[in-house]
């Protein structure tokens, strides 16, 4: 049977720009997916996924008009049951075979048509058929109803249509948006499918104010792509029209960069913004990039508050220099390309001039007041219900960070961090804040300038916040660091305290993401701090707290430790071994993961890994072992030879892990491969004399605890 190719189109009003490239894949994944599973489409079909802002849409290869039949085996029931002692049909098994869909008009035929079959120890009757395979007008309408069921649709719409029966009324329709028009073509066959109301044709529609012809006619579903563009100018991949949005974006900037006079040149660039350039595509469907430029007077204004008012409320993408600084100038991306571009230039520099000046009210009024002056304002912010406000948790992060700086740094860090502290929140009271919240620390680090505050402070206040995503710099300076880690444990701690845990995909706090901040901060920075010691010393700045839920914290930053280290390519034995000791210092975890690495590639290793797990099952079978040995009660020469050997390496070994040196440390442990081999075949632990049990499971204990000071080595056994 030949095969010809399939396109589905569904015609609508604007989608969410911000959902489109999502609608698209999931509408053009589901409908393969659902015509493979009919038996209409193979695994070797390619699906290519088309969404503008009016459409969604699918082209799949290799789809037949019929899929092929299949033969199919039903059990029934058991034998005893289906045929009573004279081997006739039981009212139960004509029942059955009947809601099957067989014909039972003649019972002695049926029963001679089933099968009989062992199933476990009794036999059972089982029917075999052969199913009709699906057309592609019953089995696209499934598909398309099933895709449109699953679409990640971020809110729906309800809409109603004017029934087309005979009696007069409406019907209700719920969707992302209106729909308008539906296309199903099969080659060049249209499939009459119906969905949403509406009946598939081959026509569409093209660009509001620029297509050629109306309605535009698709002639087959190979052209799509191509009439669409031609007589619909419509670009309707989302990938295509991406990709040329980024090209007239780089054209454009060079454009700019070259100056009115021709001559002048500068290097000019477009901001980068992953999620922008996505949005802006779901905007256009025929994108035209315009140079346009604002007053030089706006870039007094601090260029991340410029940058945010354009790139969020008017979707352009400013221009920046060599080296990063705004421009005054700015690129659009039109979805109309007239002759004469001035007009749309003009409007746009028009809509943009408003924001850049309330930009610039806001924070030549925020200038006015010092952050000093706006500490007791803290107090009337509500911070959490059971936590209390701003204020109060400003003075908590005050005294964590004024402890942490006096660990790291002594008084001078801790009076720095104190102060940075003190004045981190203030921002939020000021207008530039209330109306881009995105700006909060940017704008108190602008602020603390302007105050007099060194760069230090200024510096801290800006980077509290940091990291604030997966990849984020951390902050530039120590006391950044301190008031960083402090805000970010009190919120953690604070959080764990009232009961407010991450479950599943909840986490409306982002305990989640600080949780890896502090980790990154302790770790990449070196810290030399406890863990545990850390938040015992939170938990102090707090009033009441649940308790226990220390330990649920420690265990939650351990748990993100460990997964944060798997996705940085550490295996799963490394990340076990090394995080299932519980290291207090996480500034340590990459030197001891280095040192497991190094100490799994040696020789010994296997061996070495293999007898401490043996260890460790002894241990646990016994209990409160002492690691004490008297040499009076060694008797067997291996472990007279391994204690020997012990008391030789583990001293080695200790200074070694004393000095960081983990690597050497392991390697030096090496040595005990050969003793502790011959002292599994030749002594037996648990002897039936009791000293003599307890002093070999003292032994054991003492070699078990010199081993797993790195990093627990029976992780390492596959």
């Known amino acids: 049977m030949t095969t010809k190719n399939l ?11 911000k959902a489109l490239k999502k609608l698209g894949e999931a509408f053009a994944t589901q409908l393969a997916e659902q015509l493979r599973t009919q038996g209409l489409a193979s695994a070797e079909s390619v699906v290519t996924a088309y969404a503008s802002p009016r459409r969604l849409a699918a082209h799949v290869t290799h789809v037949w008009l019929k899929a092929a039949d299949k ?187 070259r100056g009115k006079d021709g001559q002048s040149h500068v290097a000019l660039r477009p901001i980068e913004d992953e999620a922008l350039l996505d949005e802006v595509t779901g905007l256009v469907e025929r994108p035209n990039v315009l140079v346009c430029e604002f007053e030089a007077q706006f870039l007094d204004v601090p260029q991340e508050c410029l940058i945010l008012t354009m790139k ?50 806001f924070f030549d009024q ?26 109060e948790r400003t003075e908590r992060v005050r005294a964590i960070a004024k402890a942490i700086g006096q660990q790291l ?17 203030t921002d939020l009271l000021t207008d530039m804040v209330g109306e881009f919240p995105e700006l909060q620390g940017i704008m108190g680090g602008y602020y603390a300038r302007h105050d007099g505050l060194s760069e230090d402070i200024a510096f801290a206040i800006e980077d509290h916040y940091k990291p604030r995503f997966a990849g984020d710099e951390l902050p530039r300076n120590q006391v950044g660091v301190v008031v960083a880690l402090a805000d970010k444990l009190e919120t953690l701690v604070g959080m764990f305290g009232v009961g407010n845990v991450p479950t599943g995909d909840k986490d409306p706090y982002a305990l989640r993401r600080h949780a890896l901040g502090v980790i990154r901060m302790l770790v990449e920075g070196d810290i030399q701090l406890s863990l545990t010691e850390l938040i015992r010393d939170v938990e102090i700045t ?45 500034g340590d975890v990459p030197k001891r993961l280095a040192a497991v690495r190094a100490f799994a590639a040696l020789p010994e290793a296997a061996a070495l890994a293999a007898a401490n797990k043996r260890i460790s099952n002894i241990l646990k079978k016994a209990q409160d072992v002492d690691p004490h040995v008297s040499e009076l009660l060694l008797r067997e020469p291996a472990e007279i030879a391994l204690y020997a050997a012990m008391q030789d390496v583990t001293p080695k070994a200790k200074a070694q892990f004393d000095a960081g040196d983990y690597t050497a440390s392991l390697q030096t442990l090496a040595a005990l491969r050969a003793p502790v081999d011959a002292f599994f075949d030749g002594v037996m632990v648990n002897a039936e004399e009791v000293d003599l049990r307890l002093n070999r499971q003292g032994l054991l204990k003492s070699l078990h605890d010199a081993m797993n000071r790195v990093a627990d080595l029976s992780r390492l056994v596959a």
């Open 366 to 391: 925020d200038r006015k007041k010092t952050l000093a002056s706006r500490v007791e304002g803290l107090d009337k912010v509500v911070y959490h219900n059971k936590l209390g406000s701003q204020g």
């Open 542 to 586: 707090f009033k009441v707290l649940d308790v226990g839920s220390d330990a649920k914290l420690i265990d939650f930053i351990y748990d993100r430790l460990a997964g944060s280290l798997r996705e940085q390519g550490y295996s799963a034995q490394e990340v076990d071994a090394v995080v299932s000791q519980r290291p207090q210092r996480l």
């Open 7 to 17: 396109l589905v189109e569904l015609f609508v009003e604007e989608l969410p720009p």
């Open 312 to 361: 969020a409320n008017q979707k352009y993408f400013p221009l920046l220099d060599a080296a990063g600084k705004l421009t005054n100038q700015f690129l659009v991306v039109s979805n109309i390309s007239p002759e004469d571009a001035s007009a749309v230039i003009g409007g746009n520099e028009r809509v943009v001039r408003p924001r850049l000046a309330d930009a610039k009210f």
């Open 71 to 257: 033969a199919v085996q039903q059990k029934l029931m058991p034998v005893s049951v289906g045929l009573d002692a004279a081997g006739h049909a039981t009212p139960a098994l004509l029942k059955k075979l009947q809601a099957l869909g067989a014909d039972v008009a003649d019972p002695a035929a049926v029963v001679a048509a089933l099968r009989k079959a062992p199933d476990g120890k009794a036999e059972a009757l089982f029917y075999d058929s052969l199913v009709s395979g699906a057309t592609l007008d019953t089995g696209l309408q499934k598909a398309l109803e099933e895709a449109i069921a699953k679409l990640p649709i971020p809110k729906v719409m309800s809409y109603q249509l004017e029934t087309d029966c005979e009696l007069p009324g409406w019907s209700s329709v719920h969707f992302v948006r209106p729909a308008h028009g539906l296309v199903a073509l099969h080659g060049s066959t249209v499939v009459p499918v119906k969905v949403l109301g509406l009946t598939a044709g081959n026509r569409t529609q093209g660009h509001r104010f620029e297509a050629k012809v109306s309605p535009v006619l698709i002639a087959d579903a190979d052209s799509y792509a191509a009439t669409l563009a031609q007589d619909g100018a419509v670009i309707a991949s989302f990938a295509e029209r991406r990709a040329e949005i980024v090209r007239q974006l780089a054209a454009a900037a060079a454009q700019a960069g």
């Open 409 to 425: 740094g002594g008084d001078t860090l801790a009076q720095a961090a104190d102060t940075a502290a003190r004045l981190a929140k």
